[in-house]
């Protein structure tokens, strides 16, 4: 019988997060290079003195998350073993005839996930407001379960996404009735909106792209996310409207909150925008036994071709030959992609982006910007791309907490650095132009061209 391990206190689960990153996450040491040992030193004084080891599991996350910001927002995960649903002592009936009465408006009420068939009802206890499920199509969610928890005084926001991780965000507020937690809105349900403003929640909580025709120049595609999974999606929509793309002037490429996921996924995009080879810098693999472990454990995991099996196979004997070193993913440093047609139209491509975007979205707005055709819209999006490809969950002795960090570092930096930086748009949409008018304001530009 496998003896059972005690739970650890906070300052143990600190030692353990602490020496898992310094030896095996990609961007360490260049966060170490770029701000300086005595600062590190510093910073762990200050969150040792910030302890006291009757931290619950969750609080303890909490300030271990803190600790890690020293590093990067993103390509980091840490979270608690949250396998008991946390639940709200609430009757959903008495919730609704209550909001139905009330007169004054905030955050409580009756909201919908964008995209989705979450409803929600959020609750004023105490001075935070508690959003729970009222109904949902969603599995890993039951009626009356905590789905986010807003503080007020400052419009942030803890939130459970669809895999109960936790995370925390800054609240959009855009009217009474919507505001934007991170890369979902919620929409006071049965709220009514202009044409513009109803258009505008249509484009930006779809869930699959899709593709309009604004007028017989100017053509719409929206793109809400690279995951692998929206790949197919991705595909099927450009093949079907190809013919129209390739005799039409001008194309908008909404990426919008678009995060990431798969490089594969825009392969099909990236040869109709294209002008001029395009420069990708490679990447390079901190190898260590346990980021190592990571290719084998993929393997196990998916189904790959044969030949993506022999390439993981070949990445994986190379790193195990050069342990504790940075390792090039490539033959080269830079890869040079070209397409052997450069298509008369689109003419104008203009790409909106905003803060959402990072991690693939990201390196697809590197790329497509090379072309001459296109343009950026928008604000700077998340700088979320130098530091990636995070591993699979490395879980404490306690079995208590998992961890995941990243083992690749791109060639770009320092030179070229994206990460708390992001990539500036060609053309700024700044705060008078409100959200549910940024596809008009690029639609009035192309006009001009």
Not at 40 to 48: D, P, S, T, V
Not at 70 to 79: A, D, K
Not at 239 to 257: A, H, M, V
Not at 420 to 444: K, R, T
Request: net charge neutral; glycine share 4%; aromatic share 12%.
């Amino acid at each position: 019988m496998e003896k059972e391990i005690k739970n650890l206190n906070c300052k143990e689960y600190f030692y353990w997060l602490k020496d898992i990153f310094e030896k095996n996450d990609a961007g360490y040491q260049y966060i170490i290079d770029k701000k300086g040992k005595a600062a590190y030193n510093l910073h762990n004084e200050i969150f040792l003195k910030n302890i006291n080891n009757n931290e619950s599991l969750e609080e303890c996350v909490d300030k271990l998350i803190d600790w890690l910001l020293f590093f990067r927002r993103e390509h980091l995960s840490l979270r608690g073993d949250e396998s008991k649903p946390n639940f709200l002592d609430i009757d959903i009936e008495s919730f609704k005839k209550y909001i139905e009465e009330k007169e004054k408006v905030d955050y409580e009420g009756v909201w919908v996930i964008g995209g989705s068939k979450i409803e929600i009802g959020i609750k004023k206890i105490n001075s935070k407001y508690i959003g729970f499920i009222i109904k949902t199509d969603d599995k890993n969610w039951q009626p009356k379960e905590i789905k986010l928890v807003i503080d007020s005084e400052n419009d942030s926001a803890i939130y459970y996404s669809s895999n109960h991780y936790k995370s925390r965000s800054q609240i959009k507020k855009f009217n009474k009735d919507l505001f934007k937690i991170r890369f979902f809105y919620l929409i006071r349900k049965n709220a009514k909106f202009n044409s513009l403003t109803d258009n505008y929640i249509k484009r930006i909580t779809a869930t699959k792209p899709y593709f309009e025709r604004i007028d017989d120049n100017i053509l719409y595609l929206r793109i809400p996310s690279f995951n692998a999974n929206s790949k197919k999606d991705i595909d099927k929509v450009i093949l079907k409207n190809k013919e129209l793309i390739l005799k039409t002037k001008n194309l908008i490429i909404d990426l919008r909150d678009n995060g990431g996921g798969a490089d594969s996924s825009y392969s099909e995009l990236l040869p109709l925008i294209y002008t001029n080879p395009i420069r990708n810098i490679n990447e390079e693999i901190l190898s260590t036994k346990l980021n190592n472990e990571n290719f084998i454990n993929v393997l196990k995991r998916f189904d790959f071709p044969e030949e993506i099996k022999d390439k993981i196979i070949k990445m994986y004997n190379k790193l195990e030959e050069h342990t504790d070193q940075f390792i090039n993913a490539n033959d080269s440093d830079i890869e040079i992609i070209t397409y052997p047609q450069v298509h008369k139209y689109p003419e104008n491509v203009a790409i909106m982006i905003n803060e959402g975007n990072g991690s693939t979205g990201e390196q697809f707005i590197l790329n497509s910007k090379q072309s001459k055709k296109v343009k950026l819209y928008g604000r700077s999006t998340a700088g979320v791309l130098d530091i990636s490809n995070m591993v699979a969950d490395v879980v404490s002795p306690d079995k208590k907490m998992i961890f995941s960090y990243s083992i690749s570092k791109s060639l770009r930096i320092p030179n070229m650095s994206i990460d708390g930086v992001g990539i500036q748009p060609d053309y700024y949409i700044d705060e008078s132009i409100p959200y549910n008018e940024w596809l008009q304001f690029v639609v009035n530009n192309l006009k001009n061209f």
